[in-house]
């Protein structure tokens, strides 16, 4: 029976975000991992780009409404076994470093259940390098040219950062240097072969438009947390020996721009992607695995690598760093490796091994509760509060969920069998995942500096070096201002000889007077050239400015046109996006209207299924009972007619035994009629009788095909059995010699259901007037049986004639002295004798005896 459905409750209205801003829904992508052997039983199958099929195995049968079910899930993309990192970097790494480039954060974990390939997809393996050297080496060869030096980016210790000059940071350095602490990994140092192959990527990708005018480093840090504590991987402890401490735990704590960071975390500022993975490799190394039923090195951990980048730009001369903390830009990348999710009756934990599979699944039960949360939150309207703070790894990401940076999760899966349930669970978790929506982070503002300032100020260094060289003139910049003024002095006329070596000497110091003069006046041309071309300078000035600000004003006017026109597109997005939004929930209440008339239409096709073959096996039923009815049908049809010839072969053999006693009446009546008179009839005595054979006359005897009549025991059929004796009222007694008696008989005059409750056989006995003129009782026997109703029911199965017959007179014989009578007197004697004693003799139809009691029997019906 098919149980009522309750109606669907109603939606509460969406409500108008906070912020108009425009989101994106977090990017979620399935990689399936390889079967570690080829005859393993594979549950998920890739459907296409976007769409896997996962299916119980054999042995685990899920039945929905009697059917077998194989479930779906989307995703924005789907990557099969054989697809490369190379590609999967391209797809789902690439875009968040260049948006680590551009100044926004970003956030790339791996989900999944324990060993299908998260930990290979984030660092790889040898000679085939992960998401994590893929995006170093992206990083790396993007902003190779225009790094800072050491130390002119300091970070501080409340998750922001510093900028100092290049004597500061020179300083620092040297100071670094001086201290026996252990330095920072050098690029210049040999690799590590353990992981020489991982950084090995030879694809140089790099992001394609990186500004020219910024300078960056790279800092690295690298945590764990276990447990639900947070731990620094990067941290230099000092070893005792006899008493080693445990690592210490880390706080978390939010920044003035309601950022969170892990207070007292290393970070480390590299310069290369070999230097930035060897750190990396020294905090892998300390990263908490165990081995378990389910994987060999399973991680007992979620780790954390954040990548953080800072820029600033040049300042005008494209020279140093401008020295402004406000024109600063510090963006985030982190990779989350997150521990997998296991059943601990399948992994066999015990111990700490048991205690860390609780922390790990209650972890990601968080992030799963505030994934639903975000999610009905944003379709609902609602304003529930998220719990972010019930795990340290929800609450160490709760910005980039509030619209900090673009969100990306990598589901990875491993379609062997035995991991079908964890698997649906984890499709189950990425599904409800893309429909969280994450606000785009905004674009950094400009500085307002001159674009390309770095290369123009080289070019024009170089240029400038390259024409002092032609003329000879000194190449460094300290001496450019006194070869300017050397210039001019050469332009004047030369000084004469000055030295009086005689008192009379008048020609020394009129010359002296003349170059003076001539100079005086030179200097007087150059004045006044200068004045004027001074003058023309600020005519054009002038003309300069009138120009800019008409053409300020123009730019203002088309900037307020522009203004009014995006202030009108923004009005129209508005529209358009609770447009959307309306069409979106309309979109969702029809697909989930749709989904119920699906199941409804399951239902009633499996209900019309069901019916139909009920119908099919009625009507199978009614075809077996058709053939059985058409061979009861025949069955009695080949009785009754049967039984039709025997009752005409027993009224021929009546008609013509009839007949046989008309001829005997005549010839006894011929006999009589011819007899003399004086001749007193001799009567045979009882011994003649004896003696003599008893012969039939040569009326036509019986017909010989008739079929014989079954012979019927009344007495012995009645014995043991009860019986309703029916007489009606108006029955007349025959008083005839043989009467009907039954034993065990209940006589009433009427039937009643009471009388028939109590017996198992009926005799109704009817008479009626014979054409002859005399009384025929007839004995009519049948069964009687309980219908379904509770009542009784008689079937009739035979009918017995008792008939009686009166000669009209007596019939002598004709001459007794004949010793010798005829065969026609012998027969009129025996029927002389038949008729003047009233005897009846029972006998079975067709028998030679003559007329008597008949008993005609009609066989018994069997129920069907």
């Not at 903390?325 to 963006?331: D, R």
């Not at 922390?359 to 719990?387: A, D, F, H, W």
């Not at 300290?478 to 030369?494: A, G, I």
């Not at 008409?550 to 009005?571: C, D, F, P, V």
Request: net charge neutral; glycine share 4%; hydrophobic share 30%.
């Amino acid at each position: 029976m098919k149980s009522a459905r309750a109606k669907t409750p109603r939606r509460p209205a969406l409500k108008k975000p906070p912020n108009s801003s425009l989101k994106d829904p977090v990017g979620v992508y399935c990689r399936v991992r390889p079967l570690s052997r080829p005859d393993q039983e594979c549950c998920i199958e890739v459907i296409n780009e976007t769409t896997v099929q996962i299916h119980p195995p054999e042995g685990y049968r899920i039945f929905r409404n009697g059917e077998y079910r194989e479930t779906q899930y989307s995703f924005k993309e789907v990557f099969g076994t054989l697809v490369v990192q190379k590609e999967l970097f391209d797809v789902v790494a690439k875009p968040l470093v260049e948006d680590l480039i551009r100044g926004k954060n970003g956030l790339l974990f791996t989900y999944g259940v324990t060993g299908s390939g998260k930990t290979h997809t984030m660092t790889g393996s040898p000679g085939d390098g992960g998401l994590l050297p893929r995006c170093l080496d992206m990083i790396f060869n993007s902003i190779g040219p225009f790094q800072a030096k050491r130390f002119v980016f300091k970070l501080d210790d409340k998750n922001g950062v510093d900028v100092q000059c290049e004597v500061d940071a020179l300083l620092e350095r040297q100071k670094r240097d001086a201290m026996p602490v252990p330095k920072t990994p050098s690029g210049k140092r040999q690799i590590d072969p353990e992981f020489a192959d991982m950084i090995n990527v030879q694809d140089h990708c790099k992001v394609e438009e990186v500004d020219e005018d910024n300078v960056y480093s790279v800092f690295v840090s690298y945590i764990e947390i276990y447990n639900n504590y947070i731990y620094d991987l990067l941290e230099e402890a000092p070893f005792d020996p006899i008493k080693p401490k445990p690592p210490q735990s880390k706080i978390l704590r939010e920044d003035q721009n309601h950022n969170m960071y892990v207070t007292g975390c290393t970070e480390v500022e590299v310069k290369s992607t070999e230097e930035a993975f060897e750190v990396f490799w020294r905090g892998q190394k300390k990263r908490r695995i165990a081995n378990t039923q389910l994987n060999r090195e399973s991680s007992r951990s979620h780790s954390v690598f954040i990548i953080k980048l800072a820029q600033a730009p040049l300042d005008a001369d494209g020279d140093n760093v401008l020295q402004e903390k406000e024109q600063i830009t510090l963006s985030q990348l982190s990779l989350v490796d997150l521990a997998g999710s296991e059943r601990t009756n399948r992994t066999k934990a015990e111990g700490n091994r048991l205690r860390e599979a609780g922390n790990i699944n209650q972890s990601l039960m968080t992030l799963r509760t505030c994934i639903e949360v975000l999610r009905e939150n944003q379709m609902y309207g609602t304003n529930k509060m998220v719990p972010y703070r019930d795990s340290k790894l929800t609450h160490l990401f709760k910005n980039y969920f509030d619209g900090e940076g673009k969100v990306r999760m990598i589901v990875c899966v491993n379609p062997k069998a035995e991991d079908y349930e964890e698997s649906l669970q984890v499709m189950r978790f990425a599904e409800m995942t893309q429909e969280v929506e994450v606000a785009r982070p905004v674009d950094r503002p400009l500085c307002g500096l001159t674009p390309g300032r770095r290369f123009r100020n080289a070019a024009f260094r170089e240029e400038l070096s390259r024409k002092l060289e032609m003329r000879g003139g000194p190449i460094n910049g300290e001496t450019e201002e006194q070869s300017v003024s050397e210039m001019f002095l050469q332009n004047l006329p030369p000084l004469p000889s000055c030295e009086l070596l005689d008192v009379n000497d008048d020609q020394t110091l009129p010359k002296l007077i003349e170059v003076l003069e001539k100079r005086h006046k030179l200097r007087q041309m150059l004045s006044e050239e200068f004045a004027k071309n001074v003058l023309a300078f600020k005519t054009m000035l002038q003309d300069f400015d009138s120009s800019v600000v008409s053409k300020e004003n123009y730019i203002q006017g088309k900037l307020s046109e522009k203004e009014k026109t995006i202030a009108g597109q923004k009005t129209e997005l508005e529209r358009l996006e609770k447009k959307i939004k309306t069409l979106e929930y309309k979109i969702e209440i029809l697909e989930k209207t749709a989904t119920i008339y699906e199941e409804d239409k399951r239902n009633l096709q499996q209900e019309l299924e069901s019916q139909s073959q009920k119908l099919q096996r009625q009507a199978s039923d009614k075809r077996r009972l058709e053939a059985r009815l058409q061979g009861m049908v025949a069955e009695t049809t080949m009785k009754w007619e049967k039984e039709c010839e025997r009752r005409v072969a027993a009224k021929q053999l009546e008609m013509q035994n009839k007949l046989w006693v008309k001829d005997e009446k005549l010839k006894q009546l011929k006999a009589i009629v011819t007899e003399p008179k004086n001749e007193k009839p001799e009567r045979p005595s009882r011994e003649r009788d004896r003696e003599k054979p008893v012969q039939r006359s040569v009326s036509p005897s019986p017909v010989p095909n008739a079929p014989p009549v079954r012979l019927r025991h009344r007495r012995s059929r009645s014995a043991g059995e009860r019986w309703v004796d029916h007489k009606p009222p108006s029955n007349l007694p025959t008083e005839t010699v043989m009467q009907p008696h039954v034993p065990h008989a209940i006589t009433v005059a009427a039937a009643s259901e009471k009388a028939l409750a109590k017996c198992d056989k009926y005799m109704l006995t009817h008479q009626e007037l014979a054409s002859d003129g005399e009384i025929e009782t007839k004995l009519i026997k049948g069964d009687v049986f309980k219908t379904r109703g509770g009542g009784q029911a008689v079937q009739f199965t035979e009918i017995e004639t008792l008939k009686q017959e009166s000669p009209t007179g007596r019939k002598r014989r004709s001459s007794p002295s004949d010793p010798d009578p005829p065969k026609d007197a012998a027969d009129s004697e025996w029927t002389d004798v038949e008729t003047r004693c009233s005897v009846a003799v029972e006998m079975r139809a067709g028998s030679t005896l003559g007329p008597g009691y008949q008993h005609h029997a009609q066989p018994k019906r069997r129920k069907p």
